[in-house]
């Protein structure tokens, strides 16, 4: 029988296999942020361990970083120390970091694909539950936590039980205005925050091979909040393209070699998933979430659910609750809900595509009155590149902060947090009480609906916009 | 890793489902360099209520949380189990966990039980009614009793062998170090490098 896409990258890095036992697998790319490694390199001094392939590893600082004055001190000294930890452990060890203020530092899951590390075929695995991204170059790229973080600094391996395997098919054309967010996060409202649980996603149908590198990651980084071990794409020419050239991408014969070992990483015709969910991609429409776990949504066309309507009593309760905390009601339609705040960004959504999409809504269009809108590009390259295609002058014309790169209000460890009661349209990936700051309240969205959310201070795709009423005229 | 082999003790019926790891700890408290002191984050906001079941008097010192399905969703921070640990939890008992709560926790010696919804349901019903209630949780039997309740639970005899002893996983992995050194020898060269050769 044929093999799954995930069983041959598995079976590429099993370094031994017994009875009884998890397979030991191989490790190619270790990504470290200042989070989860200052526990785990704890660990090695006190085990006198030392990190044993430094040039599969590679760190930067994402979470606490500032996105404002990052020339200064960081005002926070309980976030400075963890970046200082940070910088002694990867100076202690040896371990390459990129700081905050360095041209390569950002979010650890867009600076790997953009230096060209996540490659196809290869594992990765950080302390992070979104490495799931790199699954979009066809990589098994697992969250980790920080004991497994030493233990690969140790090791280059981890012990890890063999994944079943999940097809999420999606056939057809997405609508016009229909995005990668949209659709995974209607792929996590129809299997459930726990629907990928011991799975290996693999996205495949002609909708996903149509969609860019940038795309893709935004699927692959959400498949954590159906509960899977891991996303993965295919790699194909779209693949190939985006790497081609990058930093350490393989180049000469050794891109020759790669590209032939990267094309037959395909699921085989004859080989059998475990689970399979079919998507059609003409029915779905703009996404957005009303609750406070990612499978909480509903088309923005929609309304906000009836708790009552739920048959499973532990989903009513949710519902309930999730209803009581977001302050809003049964049968609002989600286009009537107004926001205070608008975030763009993050590894879900924080990638050029991405600003760029935002910034086609805005340009020439304003931050309604009362709306506080942020761009926080996903890594500082982003930003180098969204200045140049002059983006960043379209976003604050508009109104809107424009940031330097981070996690940010993804997850407020920063300053950038939302306040007690405060809600936000976010293109970020977890919608938890209190995640974006304490009381906060999030609806996840696509960067599309973000910027459209912006301009109309509710809830609202581009299709919301009329150009007479939202546009400024030329010259003003 | 502190070894698990049975554990008694009065539990704190938590009657929610997809419990995830920003409720469990906040993230402003992941800024901590430690292994230890989380304990005050546990289920910080909730907390604040004082009717939070955490925070009833009879719950004091009890050491088994009984939670909802799908708890410990969200993010692979280890803190969220460092944080049970810290309060006092050495076992935790629900119908569904995530995945990477899931491993974290058996990694540091909290026994993750799951048991069928139904005789969570008993669990609750039972500690709600009794706080001094007491559920035993036998991983050497690999059951759970209380009152009106025997379970047998499920637990991969690899992750079983490993608690019991309280083995750390690195020196496991170690001893086959040999055959960590002949699969890198055969490592392809177009394969990534963070840093020249």
């Keep these: 029988m044929g093999r799954t896409l995930a069983e041959k990258v598995w079976d590429d890095h099993v370094v031994r296999r017994a009875e009884g036992e998890p397979d030991l697998l191989f490790i190619d790319l270790h990504l470290l942020h200042e989070v989860t490694s200052p526990q785990a390199f704890d660990g090695l001094r006190k085990s006198g361990r030392g990190v044993r392939r430094l040039d599969l590893t590679i760190a930067t600082e994402d979470h606490n970083t500032p996105t404002l004055d990052i020339d200064k001190p960081i005002a926070d000294p309980v976030s400075r120390a963890q970046l200082e930890t940070l910088r002694k452990n990867c100076a202690d060890f040896g371990v390459r970091l990129h700081p905050l203020g360095d041209v390569e530092q950002g979010v650890v899951h867009v600076v790997g694909p953009q230096l060209g590390l996540t490659q196809p075929g290869t594992t990765v695995v950080c302390g992070d539950s979104h490495t799931s991204t790199h699954g979009a170059f066809g990589a098994l790229a697992f969250g980790i936590g920080t004991s497994q973080v030493e233990h690969v600094l140790a090791t280059q391996t981890l012990p890890m039980a063999r994944p079943k395997t999940m097809a999420i098919t999606v056939d057809g054309e997405l609508p016009e205005g229909v995005t990668a967010k949209d659709l995974i996060l209607a792929i996590i409202a129809r299997i459930g925050t726990g629907g990928g649980q011991g799975y290996v996603l693999e996205y495949r149908g002609s909708a996903i091979e149509k969609l860019s590198m940038e795309a893709r990651m935004t699927i692959c980084n959400m498949s954590i909040e159906a509960g899977a071990r891991a996303g993965m794409i295919a790699p194909d020419e779209t693949t190939f393209e985006y790497l081609k050239g990058r930093p350490h991408a393989p180049e000469g014969a050794d891109w020759d070699a790669a590209v032939a070992y990267w094309k037959t990483l395909k699921t085989d015709d004859d080989a059998e998933f475990d689970a399979e969910v079919v998507i059609d991609a003409a029915e779905l429409s703009p996404f957005v979430t009303w609750g406070t776990n990612p499978g909480q949504g509903a088309p923005l066309s929609a309304s906000v659910p009836d708790p009552a309507s739920y048959e499973d009593a532990s989903e009513r309760l949710a519902a309930e609750k999730a209803l009581e905390y977001m302050g809003l009601e049964a049968g609002q339609p989600l286009r009537s809900v107004k926001v205070d705040t608008v975030f763009v960004g993050s590894c879900t959504n924080g990638r050029i595509e991405d600003l760029r999409a935002a910034a086609g809504i805005l340009k020439d269009r304003k931050v309604a009155d009362g709306v506080r809108m942020l761009v926080v590009p996903g890594s500082a390259r982003v930003g180098l590149q969204a200045v140049s295609e002059g983006l960043d002058v379209v976003f604050k014309e508009a109104g809107a902060e424009w940031r330097h790169a981070g996690c940010s209000m993804c997850l407020g460890m920063n300053p950038d947090q939302l306040a007690p009661g405060e809600r936000s349209a976010s293109t970020s990936n977890r919608n938890f009480e209190g995640r974006q700051g304490k009381g906060g309240r999030t609806h996840l969205v696509s960067p599309q609906v973000a910027a459209a959310t912006a301009v109309l201070g509710h809830l609202a795709s581009p299709a919301d916009l009329s150009d007479a009423a939202t546009r400024t005229p030329a010259g003003v | ?197």
């Excluded at chain 2, 554990?7 to 906040?26: C, E, F, K, M, Y």
């Excluded at chain 2, 004082?50 to 009890?62: M, Y």
């Excluded at chain 2, 079983?160 to 083995?167: A, E, F, K, S, T």
């Design chain 2, 1 to 197: 890793m502190e070894a698990f082999t049975t554990h008694t003790g009065r539990a704190v019926p938590l009657r929610r489902s997809n419990v995830d790891t920003d409720q469990i700890i906040p993230a402003h408290w992941l800024k901590k360099v430690t292994r230890d002191g989380f304990e005050d984050g546990l289920f910080e906001a909730w907390r604040k209520d004082p009717e939070f079941v955490l925070n009833r008097p009879e719950r004091q010192g009890a050491t088994v949380l009984v939670a909802g399905p799908d708890f410990g969703t969200g993010s692979s921070r280890e803190h969220a189990v460092w944080a049970l640990q810290n309060y006092g939890f050495k076992t935790v008992i629900s119908s569904r966990f995530a995945d990477i709560f899931r491993g974290n926790s058996l990694k540091n010696g909290l026994l993750t039980v799951v048991l069928e919804q139904k005789i969570v349901d008993a669990l609750w019903e039972l500690t709600e009614r009794d706080p001094q209630a007491e559920i035993t949780v036998d991983l050497v039997a690999r059951e759970v009793r209380a009152e009106g309740v025997t379970a047998p639970f499920e637990l991969d005899e690899n992750s079983r062998w490993r608690l019991l002893n309280g083995l750390d996983d690195i020196s496991i992995t170690l001893q086959n170090e040999d055959d960590i050194a002949a699969y890198e020898a055969k490592r392809p060269s177009f394969k990534p490098r963070t840093l020249p050769v």
